[in-house]
């Protein structure tokens, strides 16, 4: 069996630690607004943003004055502290259920920025395997799979919050199963089931449910 699962909103509490990645900011001066119209790069035309930090910055100088060193500083801090707090709890039953699989954290976002998040975080020490890209997902996938063939019978499970993510998945390896996982935490409650996931769960613990009904 081997299980690709995403980071943000699935794994870590990203809401939260965005969140909270505010509060920095907001301790200078930055409004919400602000801090929210400046998260992204507004020329990014991308389905899906990439997050980067040093841009952040870049964009919110412009319109504003502060100590850029102090902030720095803060920023750092925050990033370097252990944030396995935002780790969400059914994350490390999953990881223990399947340590004897093959499964593998794929990510997608800025490669330094989302390294940051993922080493603090101490995923590492439950999933080892993990592969940041700034690429579409398929695309990462068809570069680790290459022409390796699959165990007859072997399942192959694909778990994300996105629905443009699971599509672009399935499309190019229409046998993995698809699980679309709606976290009632979860940033992006609009997204909805569309034909590209079969399944759809609330948390890893139905998740678990579904691999095991279909692995026994
Ligand atoms: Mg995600």
Do not use: W
């Amino acid at each position: 069996m081997k299980i690709f699962i995403d980071f943000d909103d699935v794994i870590l509490n990203t809401k939260k630690f965005k969140e909270d990645l505010f509060g920095v900011f907001s301790a200078y001066g930055i409004s919400r607004e602000e801090y929210e119209n400046s998260y992204y790069d507004p020329n990014d035309k991308q389905p899906i943003k990439t997050h980067d930090i040093e841009d952040q910055i870049r964009r919110l100088r412009k319109n504003n004055f502060f100590d850029e060193k102090s902030l720095r500083k803060d920023l750092e801090n925050f990033f370097t502290k252990n944030t396995s707090h935002y780790v969400f709890s059914d994350v490390f039953d999953f990881a223990a259920s399947h340590k004897n699989d093959e499964m593998c954290v794929l990510t997608f976002g800025n490669k330094v920025f989302q390294e940051k998040k993922i080493t603090n975080s101490k995923i590492r020490e439950h999933i080892a395997n993990i592969i940041i890209t700034d690429k579409k997902k398929a695309a990462a996938l068809k570069e680790k799979l290459g022409n390796k063939k699959f165990l007859p019978g072997e399942k192959f499970f694909f778990i994300d919050d996105r629905t443009e993510q699971l599509r672009n998945v399935k499309q190019e390896f229409p046998d993995i199963i698809t699980i679309f996982i709606k976290r009632p935490e979860g940033r992006f409650q609009e997204m909805t089931k569309n034909e590209y996931c079969d399944f759809e769960v609330h948390n890893l613990r139905e998740a678990e449910e579904i691999i095991k009904s279909l692995t026994k």
